[in-house]
């Protein structure tokens, strides 16, 4: 079984300021995980994922995520928040034992105010 | 590449009626498609996975009979919502995973908003 929590439901930040959203998961087998952002009447967009390479991942529009085991984490991060970051993030679990079945996290609010 | 096409991406209807949410596959083949629903301010629900050339699998609580269901080929699967009411009104969503395995990530259409009045 798998499952991902989302720490927080809304998250405000700065414009300039750094962003941290925080994921945490639980997994069966070695899981891939991701990020996706959805921007109001947007569908979803991939920011990045992990798949048993590089714990450090990098993603798009200057956000990484670090995969840590022992914690059984994978925040989200970005140095500095930027007005167009404003919109819901989802924290994304997949196990290939699972049959590629995705589950979701409840969904981060990203407000940034100038 | 691996882009899925929804469509359409907003409609309304009567209640009563039926609706028809297509995703199309336009430069793989999809074997398997997932179709979410998100309510609003919630997280997406997985409601049923499409597998090309079988009966899909209706997660718990999903009804069958109510979201029909057909993947006919590797390119295209359907989502008829059936007898539509208010209740059913919510943005749906499918997803693929590229080249069949989730290591190499999911595509997702761009949603269908329905709107039963």
């Known amino acids: 079984a798998q499952s991902v929590t989302q720490l927080d439901s809304h998250v405000s930040v700065s414009e300039g300021t750094p962003v941290l959203l925080r994921c945490n998961y639980s997994s069966s087998y070695s899981p891939s995980l991701f990020w996706y952002v959805q921007h109001p009447n947007k569908g979803l967009q991939l920011l990045l994922k992990?798949?048993?390479?590089?714990?450090l991942v990098k993603g798009i529009n200057g956000f990484e995520a670090e995969f840590k085991k022992s914690e059984t984490s994978f925040h989200l991060t970005k140095p500095s928040a930027h007005m167009s970051d404003a919109a819901e993030y989802f924290c994304v679990v997949s196990e290939e034992g699972g049959g590629n079945k995705l589950t979701f996290g409840t969904g981060t609010q990203l407000k940034v105010e100038l | 590449g691996a882009v899925v096409s929804q469509h359409p991406s907003r409609v309304i209807c009567k209640s009563g009626t039926s609706v028809k949410i297509e995703c199309r596959s336009l430069?793989?083949?999809?074997?398997?498609m997932f179709w979410y629903r998100q309510f609003p301010k919630k997280s997406l629900m997985l409601m049923a996975t499409?597998?090309?050339?079988?009966?899909?699998?209706?997660e718990q609580g999903v009804e069958k009979d109510k979201f029909l269901i057909n993947h006919a080929s590797l390119t295209l699967s359907t989502l008829t919502v059936t007898s539509a009411h208010p209740e059913d009104s919510s943005f749906y969503i499918c997803?693929?995973?590229?080249?069949?395995?989730?290591?190499?990530?999911?595509?997702f259409g761009s949603g269908t908003r329905l709107t039963v009045v």
């Open positions: 430069d793989f083949q999809a074997t398997t």
């Open positions: 992990y798949t048993s390479a590089a714990t």
């Open positions: 499409s597998n090309e050339g079988s009966k899909a699998t209706y």
């Open positions: 997803s693929a995973p590229k080249e069949g395995r989730s290591y190499y990530g999911y595509t």
